[in-house]
């Protein structure tokens, strides 16, 4: 164990014998930190579970109070999961009810001055860029590649292998495989670029292109676009988390670009 001797660190916090505190770090009571982690200088840390090989920059603090007004004191924590890479400045708060939770998957980037509300999930290899901000219980889920200064209302859900680009205003759901821009956000096209370089396979792109072109493409009526969809080839299986994906979603979903000739074929 590497401990800086200016590090603030509660006696019963709980940190493995291969882990590192850099200098004028603060470690509170509720902290449980895992093997090989880095915990940088001048972090603050308490309400938090912290996972194998994770990073954490400079100036972060993970497990703060819910940014609400009226919360008061419940037992609720940060969970982050293994190998991520948690840069300088990156804020990330516990959840706000009994036993809530705030979660980050593994293998995960989150950029300089990131910042995720109380109760957000978010999944496996996600990359949340510099100056991005999560509002309270947003799910992001994996593969999904978030721009620079991206602001997302809470409740919204981001769907696998989507892509949200630089500056973007989220306020409704982005469907998985979907590439979302502008403010307010459009879906300007599927992921094509994203999904091959993921090893999607010709057959699979093509059956996201189709569904791509009934929900965002012909704009037609959702129950129609349902029943289109539903009668797509769906080798890959992907179709379907599509379908589920839009039956489950509560506040609607970003829709296409305005007119038809400006979307992607």
């Not at 994906?245 to 007119?259: P, Q």
Request: proline content about 3%; hydrophobic content about 40%.
């Amino acid at each position: 164990m590497s401990l800086h001797p200016s590090a603030i660190i509660h006696k019963d916090a709980r940190i493995d014998a291969t882990a590192t505190v850099g200098p004028f770090a603060v470690i509170g009571a509720n902290v449980e930190i895992g093997p090989r982690c880095v915990i940088g200088p001048q972090t603050w840390l308490d309400h938090a579970r912290i996972c194998e090989g994770t990073r954490i920059g400079a100036g972060s603090l993970i497990g703060g109070n819910p940014q609400m007004l009226n919360w008061k004191e419940v037992p609720s924590l940060v969970s982050i999961g293994q190998n991520n890479d948690i840069r300088e400045l990156v804020t990330i708060h516990r959840g706000k009810d009994e036993n809530g939770v705030t979660s980050v998957g593994n293998d995960c980037m989150i950029m300089t001055n990131t910042h995720i509300g109380h109760d957000c999930a978010i999944g496996n290899n996600v990359i949340i860029t510099t100056y991005s901000g999560l509002a309270g219980h947003v799910t992001v889920n994996d593969h999904v590649i978030i721009g620079g200064q991206v602001g997302i209302h809470q409740f919204v859900r981001i769907g696998e292998y989507a892509m949200i680009g630089g500056a973007a205003l989220i306020v409704q759901d982005v469907v998985p495989y979907m590439l979302a821009q502008g403010n307010p956000a459009r879906i300007r096209t599927f992921n094509m670029v994203g999904l091959k370089r993921k090893g999607f396979s010709d057959k699979a792109r093509a059956e996201i292109k189709q569904a791509f072109k009934v929900l965002f493409v012909k704009r037609g009526n959702l129950k129609t676009a349902r029943q289109e969809l539903a009668a797509l080839p769906d080798e890959s299986g992907y179709v379907r988390k599509i379908i589920d994906f839009v039956n489950a979603s509560k506040r609607g979903f970003i829709m296409g670009k305005k007119t038809d000739d400006e979307a992607e074929e």
